[in-house]
């Protein structure tokens, strides 16, 4: 059984150019408040305010990939890809419908969900990867500055088809989500080095 980082693409505007939706400080600060972006069981996604990132001034509607990421907490993910996600991984994620919207707030695409993986787990294997000046004390943010390469624990990751990791962020897929997802427009995957 292989493990697999999952990439994620960016926004595209009508003219082609790449750009990240901003998304409020109020609204970062609900989805940490409520537990949306820490992992860790499943959550009420019905109590989230309304999630939306703002277009930069001058950008059109979003004709980009199926996932891709935003300024703040989330990564976001077209309905088609949420469909597939679901079935593939029922238990492991929730979603939160996400809201693309004009600089003025007068143009509104829907069709958009910010996932949240449920398990954030230990996986790092910490007798084969090394960190920055040999410190495993966490950042901040909870995550390490880890050096290349890193090997996973393929017994910590066992049994989870998707997954966030303690040491880092970004979401790692088994085999099976990762071919359920190939097709899919944004999405890059790498094996990861597994002891």
């Known amino acids: 059984m292989n493990y697999y980082e999952l990439e994620t693409g960016q926004c595209v505007d009508d003219a082609g150019k790449a750009y990240h939706p901003e998304v409020s400080q109020k609204l970062e600060e609900a989805a940490f408040d409520c537990g949306f972006v ?26 980009g990939p199926d996932a891709f990421e935003i300024l703040g907490p989330w990564t976001i993910v077209s309905e088609r890809l949420k469909e597939v996600l679901t079935s593939v991984a029922e238990g492991y994620v929730q979603f939160a419908p996400f809201e693309i919207r004009s600089h003025d707030g007068k143009d509104v695409q829907d069709g958009y969900f910010a996932i949240r993986v449920v398990h954030r787990i230990e996986c790092v294997d910490r007798t084969r990867t090394t960190v920055w000046n040999d410190d495993w004390k966490p950042k901040i943010n909870g995550t390490f500055k880890l050096n290349d390469p890193v090997v996973y624990s393929l017994s910590a990751m066992e049994g989870y088809p998707i997954l966030t990791t303690q040491e880092r962020f970004g ?11 190939e097709p899919f427009v944004g999405l890059n995957f790498h094996q990861l080095m597994t002891s």
């Open 171 to 181: 979401f790692i897929v088994r085999d099976d989500v990762k071919e359920a997802l």
């Open 38 to 63: 820490e992992g860790g069981g499943l959550i009420d996604i019905d109590s989230l305010p309304t999630l939306f990132g703002a277009r930069p001034k001058r950008t059109g509607r979003n004709s």
